[in-house]
């Protein structure tokens, strides 16, 4: 496979210039990440309304498939119920995870699709999946340290 | 130029129908073996395998005689004081950490110092810091300057503090450096200090004499060698064996055991306690065999040159920073490539088939003083040639036309 499969632009550009990169005032939620085997670090912080993410953000520093994978996912949970955001991660996670040949819910991910190439490189799961466990620690009221090795 | 060709006794680096061509410049992590050594281990196990020092059968003779071979072998290859002073241990870590727990604790107490410097890997860092926590000794971590050399100002100054052990490693796993361990040996013990110095880096690339240099104890792997996983040593003096307690206590470290207590038997058996990686040893004998025949003199210069080629090389890449010195380094190459994250260049290189590390190269410390979380490094050895430099090079280069794409 080719490895611009895996890097498509919509990764570059997010690697680039990340969406909701900031400390986020008010935060209701937030837990950290921490990928022992880089040595990456990543913050995510939710505003919780009832039961609506109202606004997310991240901050901290990593890989490109990392730091576009924490940016997508902001944009793609703002402003969704709990339950909506905690399916995506399941889609999401099925889809890095999944193996050849086997049905995934790609189309269902919209933008969060261009993570499909990640699947290919058993090495960057951990990337891709980061953010999004650490969002879920958030949920949880975790603030305790979330790492890739759990 | 490069002056070594011996690619073809690596199986590993052989392409076939299944796999990729493999471009292997990891090799600070962990070596490929020659045919001779995974042929050594087998004739081992197919002529000869039986556990060593007890049965009086012929098998065992001959297992024994091999075992022992080896450790002959390797006090040979390290110039070590002699043969009683070579423990087989499960590589650098296990030697590293008898050292901490058996001389540690009976020689480091309260509000004594231990020295350890911020160029060293975690197994030369950790030991000391849990000896020292349990003993409710100081650390005393020695800086680096900004080109990755030890700061030996700062070295004297740690010394002055009359630190009981000074641990530190010959090359760099991370940079590359060479310590000058001639010149800072003799003020360690000045200080009145042991020393310890990690050879998991220096061991495979520069002929090292333990006893010439007056090193107390040296640690080094057989699988960055060319030896197999799982088998090293700690080479050391063996008056200050002697006088140790053991480490592990079990079957072979014994003299005779009462229902209350036991004796313990001589050096080295005292701290080889359980069935030893016999077959390991004899790879490891054979490692050293293949690296005898080409000389250690000769991977040296062939490393050294495919070093300066790479450097040469890589210059040509804008925005590519090299870490570490210009000179006294060996065949390790740290470095960054504009903002692109080191995991994501060994991903666009993997796909050229070419293996490099990412990461902290478990030398947070260091990482942290050279204001990164992480490098990308290439390391090469007695297998790689100018060839590998280019397609390195050419990986880089299409790193940089990838990610630059949204710039």
Redesign the interface.
Known sequence: ????E??Q?VI??H???PKNFQLLDGASHRAEGYNP?????IEVYVEMKGDVLTDVSFQG?????SKASASLMTEAIKGKSRRHAEELFESFHSMVTARPGEATKKNELGKLAAFDGVRE?P??VK?ASLSWHVLKAALRCNSETVTTEE | MTTLDVKADFPILEPDAERRRIIYLDSAASSQKPRQVLDAVRRFYEVSNSNVHRGAYDLAVRATKLYEEARCKVTEFVGGYDSRGVIFTRGTTEAINLVANSWGRDNVRAGDTVVITALDHHSNIVPWQMLAKQQGAAVRMVEVTEDGRLDLEDLRAALKLRPKIVALNYVSNALGTINPLPEIIPLIHEAGAVVLVDGAQSAPHIATSVSDLDIDFYAFSGHKMLGPMGIGALVARPELLDEMNPYQGGGEMIQEVGDEQSTYADIPAKFEAGTPNVAGAVGLGAAIDYLNDIGMDAIHEHETGILHLALERLSDIPGLKVFGPDEERAGVLSFALDD?????LA??L??EGVAIR???HCT?PL?RRLGV??TARASFYVYNDESDVEVLACGLEKAKE??S???
Request: glycine content about 6%; some cysteine.
């Open positions: 496979m080719d490895v611009r895996l890097y632009q570059l550009d690697n680039r210039r085997l880089c040595g990456d670090r520093s990593g890989c490109a498939i490189f090495a960057r990337c | 692109i994250h080191p995991h994501d991903t666009v993997d796909q990412a990461g902290h947070q990482m979380q992480s990838i990610f794409y949204a710039a």
